[in-house]
């Protein structure tokens, strides 16, 4: 399975590129990962809020492929242990999916076409983080899901 994470704007705070770099290298020995990452919107003016997540919502549908299946990191997701989603991660490997597209939207949020195009909804936490951090706590969490299924010590070492 290949396991994608759709961003949108570039990671621009060294010591967390640092750590998404570290773990995204670990990632590479369980599973075939790609970090997919939209450029900011520019020339923005006055646009509403809804109006950007419109405008990043087309950019983020244009890099989900008809074959992924799209799990956007929401705050309304669902919650789970890191155990709970090694589970959640297994079941959709032995589903037969060929590609998982974690998709985390900028600042406002998803455009109702986004969220109409997912599949499902996970939850960090209930607490708001900064955008790019949740980056570096995702891929963290993922290689901890891959670590935990095939009971390596990473996981409560």
């Known amino acids: 399975m290949t396991i994608k994470l759709i961003v949108v704007s570039k990671t621009d705070v060294p010591y967390i590129q640092s750590g998404i770099d570290e773990y995204v290298g670990r990632l590479k020995h369980y599973c075939d990962f790609e970090l997919v990452v ?27 492929e008809r074959v992924d299946c799209a799990v956007l990191l929401d705050e309304h997701g669902k919650e789970y242990t890191s155990v709970g989603f090694s ?19 900028g600042a406002f949020g998803f455009s109702p076409a ?17 955008h790019q951090m949740v980056r570096l706590f995702f891929v963290e969490q993922l290689y901890r899901a891959f670590t935990i299924l095939r009971h390596e010590k990473y996981h409560n070492a």
């Open 114 to 130: 986004v969220y109409a195009a997912a599949q499902h909804k996970v939850s960090l936490s209930q607490m708001t983080f900064n």
């Open 38 to 64: 939209i450029p900011a919107l520019k020339n923005l003016g006055k646009a509403t809020p809804d109006e950007v997540k419109e405008r990043e919502g087309q950019l983020i549908l244009k890099q989900l």
């Open 87 to 105: 589970e959640y991660l297994q079941k959709q490997m032995n589903s037969g999916i060929r590609s998982l597209a974690f998709v985390i939207g």
